[in-house]
């Protein structure tokens, strides 16, 4: 039902989008226009990505997700630093953390919770993905905040780069303690019994699942580049500053990907990959996204530091501490889920007003 | 024993409190009368509240509790209000803060422990509340802080409006879990067979407590009214700030009632309505009370901003996150007690040199 | 093997740093025979306290140890007061809170975790550490710095000394809560049959053990003291500053004692000990070097709040988070070691570009 509806929207989307952006159709439109492509094409790439999730694993297809998601947002940046716009590119970071943590983790926890009473995920990969939250979010991004007040421009840079190689080192860190020393350590083994039992179907083989997957990739990031040129006329048509439409819009629509992902998984109940989903691309886009973007500032004229603004920060760093509260314990249900909602709502009014 | 004492001192405190209070007698010594008779009536309406919880439930009763403590405040603070009494509302809401997380909780924790070597409460409570403290406390009353820095006086405003209305409706959404879709999911089996091996006499009938407790709260009601009337005349003698007044000696008489039942609760080894009480309350004020403030403010000359001084603050965060870090695994000791109590200390004495 | 080279070192390291400091060498050479004279006796204190540690129990001893490390470090600190140092004096305090929370525990996780796969710890001291770190760090350190913004000097002294006596107290109270009305509460059981089985054979009698750590200890205070009077010179050198020399130099050196045994216990998988004494150590620093400094302070010229830099204490505070969040489960890996050490690099960084 559903996929049809969403098969119909690209059929019809993604000819608009190209059309539309040659022929310089109104900004507004065009806008509604891209979303929908956007979302519709979303929901291929999360089916894509949970046929792939079902013939390599749980933790694979997670990643697999987040990346494709984030590849999207680190074009946009790179095009967004080369014209210097780094107020933009720190407000979408910041957007990023905070849609995938409070939006896309709290409509998922929200929704599955409406279906299951309680929901459960690897408490192993809570505490790991908190403490890594902690590093990059409370650690590697305050640090520079606090530090950089009393010195000058060049030691800013500096510390900046310092910082972000350091985000990466500890990323690849991650990777390798995840996939290769520790793979599997953390397992409980009742789930893994029980994962042997279900026995799943995907939906395509991997090698459709994985053109399905490239193709909606390359025209969501199509779309979405397209996208990211309507938002100035869009927000004088909404009285919307960049700041808003940088930290909310860009990471609504950008993030719709995993958004779709994520939900998906939390109605089936698989609340790990929604969490990897969710906190994994937060991560990914703290440690690797960010300080890639930093270190790639360093080719244009104008460099990038690691410095947000106070509220940007504020909102990262509190939504990091409410996040890990909710789900230290391993398990959701829909009133954390509307409370990360809540906390979503009330950022966006403070950077609305802003 | 004691019931007697505080029969005695009810008896003999409304009597002189409203003799008192139409001769005019000094305020000093009216001080300490209206003290005494807060103290002795809240015995009363913990005894009520006990009673009323064993014939209804631990959780019910807890509730309940939490609310009659918070009514007496939530009427002096509306008498402020109308006052234009903005930084003296906003102070006693601090005092209210600190009062239960870190006076009522620290002293419960430490009588309760000097019985018992571990005294243990619901885990799952315990981290629901965490998650709602860190969303009222961490989320909800430090964003407009920082983001009015930047801010007009009419776009705090609206900040503090919107938040306001978000708290409140968090707050709904958290009692229809609680006591509807999760009602009793998250209570352990064993202790739910503890209970009905129980099987408590309740000191009063449901009808006779509901009048003590009824009666009980008018009196104290009215004797803290005029109290307040006090402080500014009892401020000059020991000179102490307003500031000061409002945080900590507000805070102490304003929430007796919850203190003296967490107490008792503590002292029968019952911590979970301990803890019902103290984070309880503390949630009641910061989701329910401090947003229906600003709200009603709106009707009255000055409108009051979900803005408090950095001073006030900072010592909520800190002490939100010294009771998650306490409370966290569901137990408590002696030693647990009296860090919350140094912590109150320390912010206490910060208050009476600020 | 490694033994007979330590003690090389130290039979060729002590006559040579004696030498050399009364023949006057060359700063930059006298600073590389002090520190590695220093290591090198460490090495014999980490042993002596590991025989001690058989003899007595892991708990006594881990305090044994933290006790002779923070010696040093006391008596270093009163010296630099009397010179009225104080900015070097809190430098210290910060960086040996950041040392022995992210470096000396960051470095035996991480070699601990090369060696074992998964390392487990008593996770009640786990949760016990983690509240007193919050009450000292977050809410001890946090308060004066907010508070005193808006006070006067005088002022600020007052609550310095009121939280130093606090800190103090509770600092007694946890010795009392641990060592006399909760010994053993929270041993595992069959932690306490295990420890029985075990069995070990002490390196030294408790005689010897400590003969050799009393003597080390003298040694390590005499040394530790000339090599002090290097950096300035050192610093000069190099190019670093003094806030970076006390927040880094001396801490890594000061620590070396606690660095030593934690990463041998470590590597002999008793991360018991190794957490004790990492961050007991802490915890001495914090509650009770740190308050008897500022309180010792009075009977000079000049003397010290209890009032870091903001760089100082944000990087503590954050260090507390990340160690928290890593530890609350009695649980390490090599990972979560390698996290830590990041956090010090990237503090290092920051404080070396100031």
Redesign the interface.
Known sequence: MINKLFLILVGVGVPLSVAGTLLHWPSVLMFVIYCLTIIALASFMGRATESLAIVLGPRIGGLLNATFGNAVELIISIYSLKAGLIGVVLASLTGSVLGNLLLVAGLSFFIGGTKY??QTFNVFDA?HN???L??AI???F???E??S???NEQ?TM??SI??SV?LI??YL??LF?KLV??RG?YQPTERLADQNHEEEVPEWSKKTAILVLAAATVAVAYVSEHLVHTFSEVGESFGWSELFIGVIIVAIVGNAAEHASALVMAYKNKMDITVEIAVGSTLQIAMFVAPVLVLISLLFSTSMPLVFT??EL??MV??V??M???S??GET????G??LL??Y???G??FY??
């Open positions: 009473k309680r505490r908190a403490g890594l902690i590093f409370v650690v590697a305050v640090i520079p606090v530090f007040v009393n010195m030691a500096s510390l310092g910082i350091v080192l500890l860190a991650a303690f020393t520790h350590v106070l509220p504020i909102a509190t939504a501490l409410l890990i509260s909710i230290n314990d249900n829909w009133f954390e509307l409370t809540a906390a709502v009330i950022m009014i403070g007003l802003l």
